[in-house]
C-alpha cells in the first residue's frame, strides 16, 4: 500500500503538473491571438544574427528564440516566438515546486508553484512575452534549486556544478543574475564562513564566470558600449532625489509581482512564526538572494529612472519565505490568500487580452500625428493587419518611381524592429538603422551585413502614431529629399486606433552608420 505522505506528494505534484498545463493553455491562446510589442519584436531581431553579446543584453534571449522558432523557420508565427517564454515558466513553477518541497513540504511546495504562477512578472514577463528575463528565469529558478541540495549536503560536487553552470547561463540571459553570486556570497561572509574552505565554492564560482566571460570579451572588442549605455542609466549621477520615481517604482513592483503576493512575502518576512525558523535553512540564501538586489534597485530609484520589472527576479527568490510560513498558519481568512493571488493574475491575463483585442479605438486620443500614443494596447495590435497594405503601396511605389527592387526601409531606433517583423520580413525587405548608436542599438552591427543586399538610392520610412518622431530632421544626414507618400488607418472595433505614416527617402548622402 501506498503510505499517506507517498500519496500527498503524488497529489501535490499532480496539481502542480495541472497548474503548469492550465497556464500553458491559458497563454498558448494569447500568444497566438496577439501582436508581437516593440521590446519582443527587437529581441527577435537578435535572433537574426547570433553574436555573444548584444548592445544592451546578453545573448541568451537570442539562442532560446532561434531554438523554439525551429532555427527561424517558424519566426513568423508570434507563437512560436513566445513559446519558448511558455516552457520557461512551466520548467520554472516545477523547480520552483521541487525547491520548497526539499526544503519544507510538498505542500509548501505547491503554494510556492501557485504564488509564482500569481505573479504578473513571472507570468506574464517571463512567461509569455519574448523577453530576456524567459531564459533567466529558467536558470535562476534552477540555481535555487541547487542551492538546496548544496545546502543539504555541502560537499557534494554534483550540485555545485550545476549550480555554477546554471548561475552563469542565468548571467547570459540577464545581468540581474550576478544577484545570484551576490546573495550566496553575503549569505557565506555573515553565516557559513566554513563554506570559504570549500573548493566546491571556487569551482562552481569558475564555472560561471567562464561561461559569463564572452560578454566581457565581446565589450572589450566593442569599446564596453554595453557597460557604457547601461552605466548611463543606472549610476547614481544626481544630486537631488528622485521621490516621484520611487513612489512609481514601489507602485509598480505592487503590481507587476501582485499586491496579494507582495503582502504574504511581506508577512513572511516580519511576522515571526514559533513552527518556522530560517536560521538553519537554504530560505536565508534566497533571502539574502532577493533583498540585496531589491535594496539595490529601491537606492537606484531613488536618483534615477527604474522600471518595476528588474525587481521581478527578487520577489521570486522570497517566494519561498512566503509559501512555507503560509503552510503554518490556521487562519482561515489568510489561507484565501493564494487563491486571491492566483485568481487576480487570471483576471488581468484575460483582461489584458481582451482590451487589446476588442476596445474599440483607442481610449488616448490626442491629434492624428499621436493618436493613441498614451495607449499601451496598441503597441500588441493592428501590425498584423496594416503590414500587407504597407507593403503593396510600397511596392506600387516601386514600380511606379522605377526604384529597384532591393530598395530598404529605414529606421532611426531600435524599436524600428516592429516594422521589421510585420513587414520587412515577411516581404523580403531590409530594414536599415540610420542614427546614433545608443538610439540605433542592435542596428547598427546588422547594418554591416545587410548593406551588401540593398541599394539605399532611395529608401521607405514608416512611422506609426504611437511613437512619431520628426522624419525630416532625423534622416536630413543621410538624404537629400524626404516626401510624405500616404497615410494607413489602424481600426478596432470599428473605431481608429492609430495611424502609419509613410514616407519615401531619395538622395542619399552615402553616410551608413555601422561597426566597422
Known amino acids: 500500500m501506498i503510505n499517506k505522505v507517498e500519496a500527498n506528494g503524488n497529489k501535490y505534484t499532480k496539481r502542480v503538473l495541472l497548474l503548469i498545463l492550465f497556464f500553458s493553455i491559458l497563454k498558448f491562446f494569447i500568444a497566438g491571438n496577439i501582436d508581437l510589442g516593440t521590446d519582443e519584436s527587437y529581441y527577435w531581431l537578435y535572433a537574426q544574427k547570433l553574436q555573444i553579446n548584444y548592445f544592451d543584453h546578453p545573448p541568451m534571449v537570442a539562442y532560446w528564440l532561434r531554438f523554439f522558432t525551429g532555427n527561424l523557420l517558424l519566426q513568423q508565427y508570434e507563437v512560436f516566438v513566445r513559446l519558448g517564454s511558455i516552457v520557461a515558466c512551466g520548467f520554472s513553477t516545477w523547480f520552483m515546486y521541487k525547491t520548497v518541497a526539499e526544503v519544507h513540504s510538498q505542500r509548501a511546495g505547491w ?5 509564482y504562477n500569481a ?5 506574464v514577463t517571463a512567461g509569455l512575452l519574448a523577453m530576456p528575463d524567459a531564459p533567466q528565469m529558467f536558470f535562476y529558478t534552477l540555481s535555487l534549486w541547487m542551492l538546496v541540495k548544496i545546502y543539504s549536503n555541502e560537499k557534494a560536487i554534483y550540485p555545485w556544478i550545476l549550480f555554477g553552470i546554471a548561475s552563469g547561463l542565468c548571467i547570459i540571459s540577464k545581468a540581474h543574475g550576478i544577484f545570484l553570486w551576490v546573495g550566496v556570497g553575503t549569505y557565506v561572509l555573515f553565516c557559513k564562513r566554513n563554506w570559504l574552505g570549500y573548493y566546491q565554492l571556487y569551482l562552481a564560482a569558475l564555472i560561471a564566470i567562464i561561461i559569463a ?3 566581457v570579451f565581446w565589450n572589450i572588442a566593442n569599446d564596453f558600449v554595453t557597460y557604457k549605455f547601461h552605466t548611463n542609466r543606472v549610476v547614481i ?55 540585496t538586489l531589491l535594496f ?13 520589472h528588474w525587481s521581478g527576479v527578487a520577489y521570486v527568490a522570497l517566494i519561498p519565505i512566503a509559501a512555507i510560513k503560509f503552510d503554518s498558519l490556521t487562519n482561515k481568512k489568510l489561507r484565501l490568500l493564494p487563491a486571491l493571488s492566483m485568481t487576480f493574475c487570471v483576471l488581468v491575463l484575460l483582461s489584458i487580452y481582451s482590451f487589446i483585442n476588442f476596445y474599440p479605438g483607442n481610449f488616448a486620443k490626442g491629434n492624428k500625428e499621436n493618436y493613441g500614443h498614451a495607449d499601451l494596447s496598441v503597441d500588441n495590435y493592428g501590425w498584423s493587419m496594416a503590414a500587407p497594405v504597407i507593403n503593396i503601396i510600397c511596392q506600387d511605389e516601386i514600380k511606379r518611381s522605377n526604384w529597384s527592387s532591393n530598395t530598404p526601409f529605414v529606421c532611426n531606433k531600435w524599436w524600428g524592429a516592429h516594422i521589421d517583423y510585420y513587414v520587412c520580413v515577411p516581404n523580403g525587405i531590409q530594414m536599415i538603422g540610420l542614427g546614433e548608436v545608443n538610439e540605433l542599438h542592435q542596428y547598427t552591427w546588422l547594418n554591416s551585413i545587410r548593406k551588401n543586399s540593398v541599394d539605399l538610392s532611395n529608401a521607405f520610412c514608416v512611422v506609426p502614431s504611437i511613437d512619431n518622431y520628426d522624419v525630416q530632421e532625423s534622416y536630413k544626414n543621410y538624404y537629400s529629399k524626404i516626401e510624405y507618400l500616404t497615410t494607413v488607418n489602424v481600426v478596432r472595433q470599428g473605431k481608429p486606433a492609430y495611424y502609419f505614416f509613410i514616407y519615401k527617402l531619395s538622395g542619399w548622402k552615402n553616410n551608413l552608420p555601422e561597426i566597422k
Open 111 to 115: 503554494i510556492a508553484a501557485c504564488l
Open 119 to 123: 505573479s504578473l512578472y513571472a507570468t
Open 213 to 215: 566571460s564572452p560578454i
Open 237 to 291: 549621477q544626481e544630486t537631488g532625489v528622485n521621490w516621484m520615481g520611487f513612489v512609481r517604482e514601489l507602485i509598480g513592483e505592487i503590481i507587476i509581482n501582485n499586491p496579494f503576493n507582495i503582502v504574504l512575502i511581506l508577512l513572511a518576512l516580519f511576522i515571526k512564526n514559533k513552527l518556522v525558523s530560517i536560521k538553519q535553512s537554504p530560505i536565508l540564501i534566497f533571502n539574502y538572494i532577493g533583498l
Open 296 to 308: 539595490t534597485i529601491f537606492f537606484i530609484a531613488l536618483f534615477r529612472e527604474t522600471l518595476p
